[in-house]
């Protein structure tokens, strides 16, 4: 995007700049025929007013070339830089030929220093500018003692003056402006960009998720195939064979567990279908569903609180749950006690007996396969994350390496 924003931008301030140097000459003609005419009427010498009107004249068709050969070429950052500091050398010729420090012709000094400047922004560029343009006026400066023309007289220096400065603010203007409003477009187009960019990824994003779903639904049910049989064959197979059989099936549940884990992730986050339930209702729930697995663990289901109605979408509050006391029974692979919990709030405790977390998994509880459980994936903490979200909810863990770990869900917590 770096480049991108280097490339418009240059174009962009080449184009300006190729406007600027078009309308230059006709800007510059007029305040240099006026110039002309009041040096002319003026009671200057002679040589002065032919020698003004030489630089003058000398100037305005140099420019007028200058725009005749940019309908015809490409205008490069180098040309521009040399136009403008050309001009700032023919500004200090035409100086010194109208009173030195005193000519009238100073303010137009400013349009070629500030055009540089607001086209090449802070660069080597816009360094030799002013660089230039100071040594132009510590040169005038110098040769001033020396200079063969007096300034110009009253009242004709400060109208000559006023001429150049008029003609000094339509230059910036057509430089200026131009500029700003280039690095409006930029930006307008950049932006244009970014959200092209950011809907192209989304758009994969979505795509790779409905692949990843579909690919995760077509290996799960060969997976489930597959420890059917394993599970019929072991029934029938000696002791030796039921251990190696054993192994099979504990493979192939930990597949199956990501596979579950991975799909219920990639689901989308429809809308919530809220209705008042009885939050104590959702944790009994729960525990039929893992009581048998709760059982296979020697893990024992302890359910606390009073009833509590709240208004939530009683099946998706259920996974969340179901998510988090999976994780309970996982963390006690030799027993022990797994707590649901239903208090004011409203407030759902998921909690168990096993070893708790380290503060770096603690910290990192819901990215996916941050997790310090034999084959744990930590799908289940982002499911049960995503769905207490949508309820407005938050889930949080407290846990004492050792002595087990409690998680949260806070439901009355944006």
Do not use: C
Not at 77 to 94: C, N
Not at 112 to 118: E, L, N, T, Y
Not at 211 to 233: C, I, W
Not at 321 to 341: C, F, H, K, Q, Y
């Amino acid at each position: 995007m770096s480049s991108t924003h280097d490339f418009l931008r240059s174009r962009e301030r080449l184009l300006v700049g190729r406007r600027f140097l078009m309308l230059r000459p006709i800007i510059v003609l007029f305040g240099a025929a006026a110039n002309a005419l009041l040096a002319g009427a003026s009671p200057a010498p002679s040589q002065q007013k032919l020698a003004l009107g030489i630089a003058f004249g000398t100037t305005v068709t140099a420019f007028f070339v200058e725009a005749w050969l940019l309908r015809r070429r490409a205008l490069g950052e180098r040309w521009l830089f040399t136009s403008l500091a050309l001009t700032l050398v023919a500004l200090a010729a035409g100086s010194l030929l109208s009173g030195g420090l005193a000519s009238p012709v100073l303010p137009l000094w400013f349009a070629p220093v500030v055009v540089g400047f607001a086209a090449f922004g802070r660069s080597r560029a816009s360094a030799a500018l002013l660089a230039i343009a100071a040594a132009a006026l510590l040169g005038i400066a110098i040769a001033a003692p020396l200079d063969a023309f007096p300034p110009l007289p009253e009242p004709w220096v400060w109208r000559m003056t006023l001429a150049g400065t008029l003609a000094a603010l339509a230059l910036l203007a057509v430089g200026v402006i131009g500029l700003v409003d280039a690095h409006a477009r930029v930006s307008a187009q950049l932006e244009r960009m970014r959200a092209d960019v950011i809907e192209e990824a989304e758009r994969r994003a979505k795509s790779v998720d409905r692949l990843g779903a579909h690919v995760a639904h077509e290996v799960k049910n060969p997976l489930t195939a597959a420890r059917s049989l394993v599970q019929l064959v072991s029934r029938k197979s000696e002791e030796r064979d039921r251990e190696r059989l054993g192994v099979v099936l504990t493979e192939i549940d930990r597949a199956l567990d990501t596979l579950g884990g991975y799909l219920g992730l990639s689901k989308p986050m429809t809308d919530l279908t809220l209705a008042e339930a009885d939050l104590r209702d959702v944790l009994h729930d729960t525990a039929a569903v893992i009581e048998a697995r709760a059982a296979d663990h020697r893990v024992t289901i302890v359910i606390s609180g009073e009833p509590l109605r709240a208004a939530v979408d009683a099946n998706r509050l259920r996974d969340a749950v179901l998510n988090l006391a999976l994780n309970a029974i996982r963390a006690m692979p030799d027993g022990g006690e797994l707590g649901l919990d239903v208090a004011a709030g409203p407030t759902l405790t998921v909690s168990d007996q096993g070893e708790g977390m380290s503060e770096d998994i603690l910290a990192r509880a819901g990215e996916p396969f941050a997790s310090e459980a034999d084959g744990g994936t930590g799908l289940g903490i982002a499911i049960a994350r995503g769905i207490v979200a949508q309820h407005g909810g938050r889930l949080r863990f407290e846990s004492t390496p050792g002595k087990g770990t409690r998680a949260i869900i806070e439901l009355g917590t944006a």
